[in-house]
């Protein structure tokens, strides 16, 4: 079964922005920590940014500054706001809980062309 869906990607040119949106039950989006992870092929799944249940937010350095991870009121969707947007972060994103993380969802792409 499916736990959660991403979507919003695109494809960009460099500088542009995107808002990427993870939609999922309140039970695990509301009641967990949640992340985004983005993979580019032949690379692991590296961790982007994360949401505790509480709202506090977490960036890694790649891309502090210029995303913001958020949690919609309803709690049934974590957003991830991206701007100055750079060929590297062209990637497939997904999102999970960080704990006892459910089956990955089908992924968003994201291109940034130069």
């Known amino acids: 079964q499916v736990h959660l869906v991403e979507s919003g990607g695109g494809l960009v040119q460099t500088g542009g922005s995107l808002r990427l949106s993870c939609a999922g039950s309140?039970?695990?989006?509301?009641?967990?920590?949640m992340g985004w992870y983005r993979q580019t092929p032949g690379k692991r799944r590296e961790f982007v940014a994360r949401?505790?249940?509480?709202?506090?937010?977490y960036y890694d350095e790649s891309v502090r500054g210029r995303f913001t991870i958020s949690r919609d009121t309803a709690k049934t969707t974590v957003l991830l706001q991206m701007s100055s947007l750079k060929p590297e972060d062209t990637a497939v994103y997904y999102c999970?809980?960080?704990?006892?993380?459910?089956?990955w969802g089908p992924g968003t792409q994201v291109t940034v062309s130069s």
């Open positions: 999970n809980k960080l704990s006892d993380p459910v089956a």
């Open positions: 309140r039970s695990i989006i509301g009641d967990n920590d």
């Open positions: 949401i505790s249940s509480s709202g506090f937010a």
